[in-house]
């Protein structure tokens, strides 16, 4: 059974770092990787998708993984910004699993002005 | 309006009562999902519509009830709810299903959630 596991729970920094954060899953049989970014009392809004097949995406500030032989990826924050402030998950699509999406738990992201 | 929109935001409800929640997407979409987010654990797949047509129920209990009357339109009728059943119900929509799609390329939509409070 695929897990996802999503490292710091939360995190704290001040503007202007660059940050890391982590997500693992147990099983290398995956279509895909997706970050996502959720607002507090919101849904949830794609920030990349990464194919089985790519080694990272890039979009702005965001620089997303993969490395699917390890089960890890990391989604990298440039120049932090308290607009940043948000919960993000890393959900994968694994090849058996039908429509599903199995989500980490997210991590939750403060940045301090 | 544009992406998918979710009625009502809050929902209190108590455990004998009947209630629906709504979702309507305008991407031109013909795949929908339910889920659902509890405090403190992961998504969960709940229901997946496709063209109308309920391709997969993730062993939800019978007092959720799922309809999808169009492409564009899902509701999740709600009876005889638990306390542990309040969540943040969030509604999902994609091009196709993503059973159906074997490039990895299609993507979720998300609406901003409907929170459920079971009293």
């Known amino acids: 059974k695929q897990e996802v596991t999503q490292i710091p729970a939360a995190l704290s920094v001040p503007e202007g770092e660059n940050l890391v954060l982590n997500c693992s899953f147990t099983d290398s049989a995956i279509y895909n990787l997706q970050w996502f970014r959720q607002d507090p009392g919101k849904g949830l809004t794609s920030l990349l998708l990464?194919?089985?097949?790519?080694r990272e995406q890039t979009s702005g500030r965001l620089n997303a993984s993969l490395d699917k032989s390890s089960g890890r990826s990391t989604l990298y924050i440039a120049a932090s910004q308290p607009g940043d402030s948000a919960t993000y998950l890393c959900?994968?699509?694994?090849?058996?699993?039908?429509?599903?999406?199995?989500f980490g738990e997210g991590t939750q992201l403060t940045v301090n002005p | 309006e544009t992406g998918v929109t979710q009625t009502p935001r809050h929902l209190v409800m108590g455990m004998t009562n009947k209630k629906s929640l709504k979702c309507e997407q305008h991407?031109?979409?013909?795949?929908m999902y339910w889920y659902k987010q509890s405090a403190k654990k992961p998504l969960e797949l709940m229901f997946v519509?496709?063209?109308?047509?309920?391709?997969e129920n993730n062993s939800v209990p019978s007092r959720f009830s799922p309809e999808c009357p169009n492409s564009s339109h899902l509701f999740l009728h709600l009876h005889t709810l638990q306390p542990e059943d309040s969540a943040l119900y969030l509604c999902?929509?994609?091009?196709?299903?993503?059973?159906?799609?074997?490039?990895?390329?299609?993507?979720?939509?998300f609406g901003a959630g409907s929170r459920l409070t079971v009293l």
């Open positions: 990464i194919q089985s097949s790519q």
């Open positions: 991407l031109g979409h013909n795949a």
């Open positions: 959900a994968v699509r694994p090849w058996t699993s039908g429509s599903r999406l199995t």
């Open positions: 999902a929509s994609s091009q196709k299903t993503l059973g159906q799609d074997r490039s990895g390329a299609n993507v979720l939509t």
């Open positions: 519509y496709n063209f109308k047509e309920q391709t």
